[in-house]
């Protein structure tokens, strides 16, 4: 991926902080054997049982992963908008770093062809991304499963014009100088 030019490396869907950790490090290893630096953003998530699949709160998540030098921090999958606004508040408030999200069209409900999410794109007054960039100052928004071309227009066009709330985040504190543990040549210990 490095070689064909990506903008940003994105790890998704992380359930579990070793797996996040580990794809992490792993990138971190790709780009100092590449010679070349992009940024890293970390999306974990987090289920209706308000912790990650292995029992990991947010702040479990973000205390492990930021410190691992990556740029951005943030939410995706298994729930839609509203479920993931406390904890959007959260990282809102205590990240250093910048602040992300992409919801499920809604919580996945189980019919007989399959997952079907209950946020049509259609759905009147359904505006989640830009209430989360002027509420959470979030940077990066987009969607996850069930979210469709159209449900863009109807929740990500509206953030062109949103202002965005400076979050009232955590001081920033200087990184190391060697944010990744591989640029140092130490073994990581997750």
Request: glycine residues 12%; proline residues 8%; aromatic residues 4%.
């Amino acid at each position: 991926m490095l070689a064909g030019g990506v903008d940003a490396v994105l790890v998704e869907t992380a359930q579990d902080l070793l797996q996040a950790k580990s794809a992490i490090v792993g990138a971190q290893r790709a780009m100092a054997a590449a010679g070349r630096r992009v940024p890293m953003f970390v999306q974990v998530t987090v289920e209706t049982t308000g912790t990650m699949l292995l029992g990991s709160e947010i702040g479990a998540a973000l205390t492990a992963l930021e410190p691992l030098g990556i740029d951005l921090i943030g939410l995706n999958c298994a729930t839609g908008p509203a479920e993931m606004s406390e904890h959007l508040r959260f990282l809102s408030k205590n990240a250093t770093v910048g602040v992300s999200v992409m919801p499920n069209a809604g919580l996945p409900e189980l019919g007989p062809h399959g997952a079907v999410y209950p946020l049509s794109p259609g759905r009147a007054g359904q505006r989640p991304c830009a209430q989360f960039v002027r509420e959470f100052g979030t940077t990066l928004v987009g969607g996850c499963c069930g979210t469709t071309p159209s449900t863009s227009g109807r929740w990500w066009r509206p953030c062109r014009t949103c202002r965005r709330r400076s979050a009232d985040r955590a001081p920033s504190r200087p990184r190391p100088r060697s944010t990744s543990p591989c640029r140092s040549g130490r073994t990581p210990r997750c």
